[in-house]
Every structure is written in C-alpha cells, then in structure tokens.
C-alpha cells in the first residue's frame, strides 16, 4: 500500500523552542494532508487540513500562529510547533489523501511523531 | 454529547473468544464508516469499511444500524495478535468531516 513518512519520530525539546515535523507521501501525489494530534487514551483529533499551494485550514480551537502549517509541494507537508510548551507534548500524525480521490480507503497515515517538551 | 462514542474498555478475552464492540454516533447525516486498528505507540491502520449491508473479512464481522446509530465489530476465533486499540471512525460532509473514536482496547489472553 502506499506509504506516508514522518520525520523525526521522536524528539525532545526545551520549552519555548520551536520544532519541525515533516510528513512526505513517498510513492504517491496528495493534494490534501491532515495533521492529527493525539494525548495518552484520548482520540486523534484533526488539527488542521494542509492543501498544497494554499493556506492550510485549522479546526476551531487550534492557533494558526503557533502550528506553523506549509504544504510546498504535492508529496511534503510540514508542521511547526512554535514556541513548544509541555503542554504541546504529544504524538502528531499525519496523513495524506492520493491524489484525485477522496475516499477514507486511499487516507494513509504516517508513524507518528512523539514530541516531548520539557 | 460527543460525534462519535465507544466503550475505552479494556475487554480482556481468552484466545479464540469471540468479541464484540460497538460504536454510536450523533449527527444522522453521517455517510461512511469505518473500523481502525491502532497499536501501542504506532499509526492507526484501516481495518476494514462499514457497509449498510455489514461486510465480513475473515473472523471479523462489520455491521451498521442506521436507524439506531451505531456500527459494530465483530471478532471470532481472537488471536494474541488482536490484541490492539480499535477507533470507530465517522465520515461526513464528503470527507470533510472525519471523526474518530477515543477507541475499544482488546486484550486477548493466552
């Protein structure tokens, strides 16, 4: 099946630095990347969706100025955390929808990024 | 109340116990539906879809009860490697809108 990478998988950072998180569709086109975040038993919860070549569009609740959102090409999308806080700590996963489709069968998910914010 | 709801569990069953979970939703206009299986500290993975007519793959059973809201699965014969975090998934608004369950953790037992 079609495969979605995230880079790092994990990383532990200082309060108050800012963290990258990239997700790259690997052997297929996505217009469209989700970002989810997901505490300790909770659920994913969709943080905001990153089309390529525009603004990414963020769910209600979630600050725009503090998870810094590009989609530059059709196979990358990144996340930046700005000014991490402990509270930020938790593990991120994207996905990416294939290309011309927009069934939940073709949404790939990558492995996660676990970030710990001391 | 919540989008989508499920039972956290755990359910610990015994190897070749047959498990069921089921998973509600709110909003009636919801259009598709899903099962997903996450493992400790990975990436959820699609289990399989949830059609109007139920589908079956192998030992695991997926059903939808549009008049009562809820979709289930279904898990015959479990093996140790069942074991797993199972999140219902809702779709709607032409896959606008998905939203997960908190999830069902299945323990299967030796």
């Known amino acids: 099946g079609a495969v979605v990478s995230q880079h790092p998988s994990r990383v532990i950072c200082k309060s108050g630095t800012s963290v990258k998180i990239e997700c790259r569709s690997l052997?297929?086109?996505?217009?469209?990347m989700f970002w989810y975040r997901q505490f300790p038993k909770q659920s994913l919860m969709l943080m905001a969706t990153?089309?390529?070549?525009?603004?990414?569009?963020?769910e209600q609740g979630v600050e725009k100025d503090k998870f810094l959102i590009n989609h530059a090409s059709l196979t990358l999308s990144t996340l930046t955390v700005t000014s991490a806080h402990p509270e930020d700590s938790s593990f991120y996963i994207c996905?990416?929808?294939?290309?011309?489709?927009?069934?939940?069968?073709?949404?790939?998910f990558g492995p996660g990024t676990r970030l710990l914010v001391l | 109340r919540k989008e989508v709801e499920q039972d956290p569990g755990p359910f610990n069953v015994p190897e070749g116990a047959t498990v069921a979970f089921n998973c509600t939703y709110s909003?009636?206009?919801?259009?598709?539906f899903f099962w997903y299986r996450q493992d400790c500290r990975k990436e959820p993975k699609l289990l399989m879809s949830?059609?109007?007519s139920g589908n079956e793959d192998g030992r695991f059973t997926a059903q939808l009860n549009r008049a009562s809201q809820y979709i289930s699965l279904l898990i015959r014969d479990s093996k140790l490697s069942d074991s797993a975090t199972y999140l219902c998934?809702?779709?709607?608004?032409?896959?606008?809108?998905?939203?997960f369950g908190t999830g069902t953790k299945l323990q299967v037992i030796p």
């Open positions: 998934v809702v779709v709607r608004g032409g896959y606008q809108k998905v939203t």
């Open positions: 052997d297929f086109q996505a217009t469209t």
């Open positions: 909003n009636s206009a919801s259009q598709s």
């Open positions: 990153s089309n390529e070549g525009s603004k990414a569009t963020y």
């Open positions: 996905s990416a929808r294939d290309f011309g489709t927009s069934r939940m069968e073709t949404q790939y």
């Open positions: 949830v059609y109007s």
